[in-house]
């Protein structure tokens, strides 16, 4: 299977453990072995680890675990987790695994794109692992974009998750509301309406589109309070912006003068709305 986007260093790492997987693995004491404590991903199918588990009593593990030394002894965990789980869960003591010099860099970067690949991660545990590389390693979202094989906005907007009230992000955890969701809920007003409108769309079984309409809905003008010519252009213009501009505008003023506030998620997001108004 052809990788991409992942860069010289975990692409040769990925082409040699291939080659190991094959031909060079070693067996190592579960008891050896250690998690990664940066695992991206955080949930784990209870039902789905049984079944893995009664297949691995019955037939091994098929594919070896990938790992790395430890300056202390035994290993941590790169890739593989399920399977390392499953293993103990059916009582295995010893499991085949590929050893594998790597940074703490490198193995962030691995861990990641092996969840993003086989679709394992939350939009949560996504968003939170391409932080981490940031956070962690100075990288850039040009350069977190590349190494996962994903474009920049598309790590933009999964960062912005992160910015969602924590009742919401949990709710988006657990699946009852999508991604799609979660992205639509960043263009209410305030923490409070998004909260509210979250509760709607999870009791409503809302779809994105629904909540699209509500969020429309919210920012418009409020009937039941006057306003002037004005400021009712003003909330137009407003309303135009978020949805041209897909994040939070507020616009201000009287008839001379007025402010026009744009949300942004650092540098390299103000970049790209800088292009939207012929800037590079």
């Given at each position: ?279 590079e």
């Open positions: 299977m052809k990788k991409r986007g992942l860069g010289k260093g975990l692409d040769a790492i990925f082409a040699e453990n291939d080659m190991e997987d094959r031909n060079h693995s070693v067996t190592l004491q579960i008891r050896d072995i250690e998690p990664n404590r940066d695992q991206p991903r955080k949930e784990f199918s209870e039902e789905a680890l049984q079944d893995l588990a009664e297949s691995i009593a019955q037939h091994g593990v098929l594919q070896p675990l990938l790992v790395r030394p430890l300056l202390d002894g035994g290993y941590q965990l790169v890739a593989g987790e399920r399977r390392w789980r499953a293993a103990r869960i059916a009582g295995l003591t010893e499991v085949p695994a590929v050893i594998r010099e790597m940074s703490d860099h490198e193995m962030a970067e691995l861990a990641l794109v092996e969840n993003l690949q086989r679709e394992d991660l939350t939009p949560l545990e996504e968003a939170e692992g391409y932080q981490l590389l940031i956070d962690t390693y100075g990288m850039t979202q040009e350069e977190v974009a590349k190494a996962v094989g994903k474009s920049r906005p598309a790590v933009t907007n999964a960062l912005r998750l992160l910015g969602l009230p924590e009742e919401v992000r949990d709710m988006v955890s657990a699946g009852i509301l999508t991604a799609g969701h979660a992205r639509t809920l960043l263009a209410f007003e305030n923490e409070e309406e998004i909260i509210e409108a979250a509760k709607q769309a999870a009791e409503r079984g809302m779809t994105v589109r629904d909540l699209e309409a509500m969020a429309k809905r919210a920012a418009a003008p409020k009937k039941e309070k006057p306003r002037s010519q004005r400021s009712r252009y003003f909330e137009e213009a407003e309303l135009a912006l978020k949805e041209q501009l897909g994040r939070r505008v507020t616009v201000t003023g009287t008839a001379k003068k007025g402010v026009l506030q744009i949300e942004f998620y650092g540098e390299e997001d103000l970049q790209d709305l800088l292009k939207n108004f012929g800037k």
